[in-house]
């Protein structure tokens, strides 16, 4: 009897396998996740390397030497000075201590009005701004167009509003209210300090109304509620719960006005040229002419030297008292 034999269906083929992508040898680059902060810092701390930390220790060196019109070729070789462009610099009795002293206390004047000016522009400004009402957007553009103006362009339209002869300032105060009778000047003599006070408050007092305006959309409105449940007014829910609650951003405000009010160069570079009058003569502008006017940089390097000094110590101390006052807040 034949065997019989069963034929066994054939599989189909499997498809040939597709081959596989060669894995590159090179490692995808990984920053290490605490090596990223560092990472993204670089950039910021090497321009503040180039543009400041340098030039405030060549500054530094400067001010030990005789550096003078001769030796600005090769500053370098200048003579060593020692602490006497400190010396010169701090000489009361002196005729370059004497001047510098006057500066100095022009500038206090002047950093003083320009600060607390703005500050209290600044709050009011904000607080009328908290409540809704037609326009409210329209004038917070407004009020910000000072701060977002170029500085030349701001203080040099001021330059011509103060004009003795064709000025804004001497139209409306002679011509339209009649109020003076002579034309006064206000960019020579004692006006001048006025003109630099108005022309300086019209720029920096946007930053504390900005800064001031987003701090107070922080502070919660159940504490306006209970306070007027309470009894209390106007001026006493503004004392009682709107300054306290920006005490600490007033701090950084205030701090901030005052470092850029002291220093402010442009304003009165802007409004009187290379040489200000003797009544607004503020530091900055007395130290750029004692070292690119009459090309003593050794003692303009000191005065700037000294300038540096004593912000460092009232912004220490300044930010030394507010933690006190913080923490017994708490």
């Given amino acids: 009897m034949a065997a019989i034999t069963t034929r066994q269906p054939t599989a189909a083929k499997d498809p040939p396998p597709t081959p596989r992508p060669r ?7 990984r920053v290490r996740r605490g090596a990223l902060p560092y990472l993204l810092l670089a950039p910021a701390i090497l321009l503040e390397l180039l543009i400041h930390i340098v030039p405030m220790f060549v500054g530094i060196g400067m001010s030990f030497l005789k550096l003078t019109q001769f030796h600005i070729r090769h500053w370098s070789s200048a003579p060593f000075a020692g602490f006497d462009n400190y010396r010169l610099a701090i000489d009361i009795d002196g005729p370059v201590g004497k001047s510098l002293l006057h500066s100095f ?49 701001g203080v040099i339209t001021f330059g011509f509003m103060f004009q003795r002869d064709t000025g804004l300032v001497n139209h409306v105060l002679v011509d339209q209210l009649g109020l003076v009778d002579d034309r006064p ?6 006006n001048s300090f ?10 920096t007092w946007p930053f504390a109304f900005l800064c001031l305006m987003a701090a107070l959309q922080n502070i919660p409105k159940d504490l306006y509620e209970a306070a007027s449940l309470d009894g209390a ?22 701090l ?16 009187f040229g290379k040489s200000a ?16 006017v009459t090309w003593n940089f050794g003692t303009g390097s000191a005065m700037s030297v000294l300038l540096l000094l004593f912000l460092m110590l009232v912004s220490l101390a300044y930010l030394a008292v507010g933690r006190l006052r913080g923490r017994a807040d708490a």
């Fill in 105 to 153: 206390w022009i500038t206090v004047a002047f950093t003083t009005l320009v600060v607390g000016i703005s500050w209290l522009l600044g709050a009011i400004g904000a607080i009328l701004m908290q409540g809704a009402f037609r326009g409210r957007a329209v004038l917070r553009a407004v009020f910000l167009v000072p701060y977002a103006l170029p500085v030349y362009t």
């Fill in 194 to 203: 006025w003109a630099l006070v108005v022309a300086a408050v019209w720029r």
């Fill in 256 to 271: 901030v006005l005052f470092l850029w009010t002291f220093n402010d160069f442009n304003t009165p570079y802007v409004l």
């Fill in 233 to 254: 007014g106007v001026w006493q829910q503004i004392r009682r719960v709107t300054l306290p609650m920006l005490a600490p951003v007033n701090r950084v405000v205030v």
């Fill in 277 to 292: 009058p003797e009544e607004a003569d503020l530091i900055s502008i007395h130290i750029y002419q004692n070292s690119f």
């Fill in 185 to 190: 000047f206000w960019l020579i003599g004692g």
């Fill in 23 to 29: 894995r590159s040898l090179r490692r995808p680059f």
